[in-house]
C-alpha cells in the first residue's frame, strides 16, 4: 500500500471517489463540482486544499482531502481533513488509518497543534474508526453552516 500526493492528473478519480462518498452518506445530490472543478480548486494556482491517493498494487482505492485551518487559543496552524475515503471492498485493508496517519504525520512536521474532522452522527462504523485511532468527539460544539442563498443574502446585508 502506498500514499502519495495527487496531481491534476487524478481530478477524474477523485471526483469518482467524492461521488461515491456522496452516496454512502445519503447525499449523492449535493455534489455540485465537476472533473473541472476538482481540478482548479484542488491543483489550481490558488488552491487552499491538499489531496493524497491511497493505492494497493497499482490501483487507487481511496483518497483525502485537507487543509490548514488555525487556533488563535494555541497560536498555531492544525490540519482540517475534509474527506476520507475508501472504497468499499477495500475497508478493513488499513488504508483508512494509512491515509489518516500520514496526515497526523504531515500535522506533525507542520507543528500543528490539531488534527480534527467532522463525522455523521449516524456512521457508526467511521465513529468507532475514529476512536480506535485515539480521536475524541467534540461533542461541546456544534458545526453551523451557511451556503447558497443564505450566503449570499447575509453577506449583501
Not at 64 to 74: E, I, Q, R
Request: aromatic fraction near 12%; charged fraction near 20%; hydrophobic fraction near 45%.
Amino acid at each position: 500500500m502506498t500514499i502519495r500526493v495527487a496531481t491534476a492528473e487524478d481530478a477524474g478519480l477523485i471526483l469518482r471517489f467524492i461521488r461515491e462518498l456522496a452516496i454512502y452518506e445519503k447525499a449523492e445530490s449535493s455534489v455540485q463540482t465537476d472533473e473541472a472543478g476538482v481540478r482548479a480548486s484542488l491543483f489550481g494556482p490558488d488552491a487552499k486544499a491538499h489531496a493524497l491517493i491511497c493505492e494497493a498494487d497499482g490501483v487507487a482505492i481511496g483518497y483525502a482531502v485537507y487543509f490548514y485551518n488555525y487556533s488563535t487559543w494555541l497560536g498555531r496552524n492544525g490540519i482540517y481533513l475534509e474527506d476520507l475515503y475508501v472504497s468499499p471492498e477495500r475497508r478493513g485493508s488499513g488504508a483508512g488509518k494509512a491515509l489518516l496517519q500520514h496526515i497526523a504525520r504531515i500535522a506533525l512536521a507542520e507543528n500543528c497543534g490539531r488534527f480534527e474532522w467532522s463525522v455523521l452522527d449516524w456512521n457508526e462504523p467511521a465513529i468507532q474508526f475514529y476512536v480506535a485511532a485515539g480521536a475524541k468527539p467534540q461533542s461541546e460544539w456544534t458545526v453551523y453552516r451557511m451556503e447558497g442563498e443564505a450566503l449570499r443574502t447575509f453577506a449583501q446585508g
